[in-house]
């Protein structure tokens, strides 16, 4: 069995693609049951996904290993109006599907203590534009004024060895190390690389194949169930500070550094009566401390400078509310809904073309079955309800001038997933 989970592990540090752009660039939940109900999870015991969620859960969770895939469809679009012939029209991401693997593994060393690793990922910065269909004034272009299809690609692994103490029967503390692995590319930029002093270092900018970063973070945790019918659950993440993307040093603010957000979580579950489950989370992602995330893109200084422009990512709320109801011994119904904080201001459009991340409303939906020998086959759906960011267009400040015209981004998301779970 620890050979399967190593050659697992290994495999999902390969994959490379992952897009998860619900909650901001982070996913509406982890796990397949947390994703039926819109990601509540901080107070709940159901699976083995206590590294991403809370990892005081796992010391309740039992002996699993959870095995899932989802398929995830984001639409992305962008347009622009008011700036004249060539530099107006609309486009749409050509990557518009994607398998996100998920894995999760718990294991009981004593009654009162549990060792485990979560497998999980980040993403959403993931699009793909088609050049040419632009002209601003040196033949065809994309439409931030390159040459070639426009686009970037950010994936983020995170493997979460866990372990999990029940201080008493009802309460658990838990601590979960985050080794973290990034994967970027940029394409399509070479109007930032090419305007004079734009980029402290302009062949850093763009089109130079795929960089990586790491870094090492770490997410406590806290569980109790104070009653049969109330449990509580509190996560803690702080920012994992990542290396450099060197080849992306004149791009990313601090010279290629793109760390991960301080974020935190508290839930409350509830059980009227022992069918129903009512979950409540709320967590706070704080996008707006990591500075090229965070950082607005008028900012006066240049692209890779330590205080240079970034997305302007604001601080987001996120509310994550999920029903959970056992019809029988066999099967079980979820509901959930997820809605955050918009994260995108309209005065940071023009750069958000690259990391369309505006929606904020999600609709949840899930099952599990139980088979006869106490496997469970999970299955979820979520939808993202479109909407869209609009501002003035900020590509006549490269020229001299002040934003003017009007830049509109869109998205809505769909994502189906099936995952297994043995009971070990």
Same mark, same amino acid.
């Given at each position: 069995? %620890? ?6 592990? /290994? ?7 992952? #897009?998860? #752009? ?22 709940? =015991? ?15 969770? &039992?002996?699993q @290993?959870?095995?899932?895939l989802? !398929? ?10 008011g ?6 029209? *609309? ?5 518009s ?18 060792? +485990?690793v ?32 426009l +686009? ?29 692995? %990034?994967?970027?590319? !940029? ?6 690389a ?22 090492? &973070? ?18 803690? #993440? ?15 603010? /601090? ?7 301080? $974020? ?29 995330? /965070?950082?607005h893109? @008028?900012?006066?200084? %240049?692209?890779?400078?330590?205080? +240079? ?18 019809s *029988? ?8 809904? $997820? ?9 940071d ?11 904020? $409303?999600?609709?949840?939906? +899930? ?16 939808? #993202?309800?479109?909407?869209? =960011? ?14 003017? &015209? ?8 769909? *994502?189906?997933?099936i ?6």
């Amino acid at each position: 069995m %620890q050979r399967r989970i190593a050659v697992f592990i /290994g495999a999902l540090m390969l994959c490379c693609g992952t #897009a998860s #752009a619900t909650d901001g660039y982070f996913s509406h939940g982890y796990g397949m049951k947390a994703k039926g109900r819109g990601g509540a999870s901080a107070a709940v =015991v159901a699976d083995a996904f206590g590294g991403a969620n809370n990892p005081a859960t796992m010391v309740m969770a &039992g002996n699993q @290993l959870d095995v899932g895939l989802d !398929a995830f469809n984001p639409e992305r679009s962008a347009e622009r109006s008011g700036l004249g012939p060539g530099l107006d029209g *609309s486009v749409d991401s050509g990557r518009s599907y994607f398998a996100i693997p998920e894995f999760a593994y718990n294991r009981m060393l004593r009654d009162n203590l549990a060792l +485990g690793v979560t497998v999980y990922g980040n993403g959403g910065m993931n699009t793909d534009y088609p050049g040419g269909q632009f002209n601003c004034g040196q033949g065809a272009a994309n439409m931030l004024c390159g040459s070639g299809a426009l +686009g970037v690609d950010l994936t983020q692994l995170i493997v979460a060895p866990t372990l999990s103490y029940a201080i008493t029967p009802n309460q658990s503390i838990g601590i979960a190390p985050l080794l973290t692995f %990034q994967r970027f590319s !940029a394409k399509g930029l070479q109007a930032f690389a090419g305007i004079p002093g734009l980029s402290a270092q302009p062949d850093k900018v763009s089109n130079n194949g795929h960089d990586d970063s790491r870094g090492v &973070g770490v997410r406590v945790g806290y569980y109790a169930r104070i009653s049969p019918a109330f449990a509580v659950g509190a996560a803690y #993440a702080g920012k994992t500070h990542m290396s450099r993307f060197s080849e992306y040093a004149g791009l990313f603010a /601090g010279r290629g550094s793109f760390d991960i957000p301080e $974020n935190y979580s508290l839930g409350v579950a509830w059980t009227p009566s022992a069918p129903l489950t009512v979950a409540l989370d709320y967590q706070r992602i704080n996008y707006g401390d990591v500075a090229s995330v /965070g950082q607005h893109s @008028l900012v006066p200084a %240049q692209l890779g400078a330590d205080n +240079g422009p970034g997305f302007g990512w604001k601080n987001i709320n996120v509310w994550k509310l999920g029903l959970e109801y056992a019809s *029988s011994e066999r099967w079980t119904w979820r509901a959930g809904f $997820n809605h955050c904080d918009e994260p995108i201001g309209s005065a940071d459009v023009t750069f958000n073309i690259l990391a369309p991340g505006v929606v904020t $409303n999600h609709l949840t939906l +899930g099952f599990t079955y139980t088979t006869r020998a106490g496997g469970e086959w999970t299955v979820a759906y979520m939808h #993202a309800f479109e909407r869209s =960011v609009q501002g003035a267009s900020i590509l006549p400040v490269f020229m001299g001038g002040a934003p003017a &015209g009007n830049e509109r981004i869109s998205m809505h998301e769909n *994502s189906l997933g099936i995952a297994y779970a043995w009971k070990l």
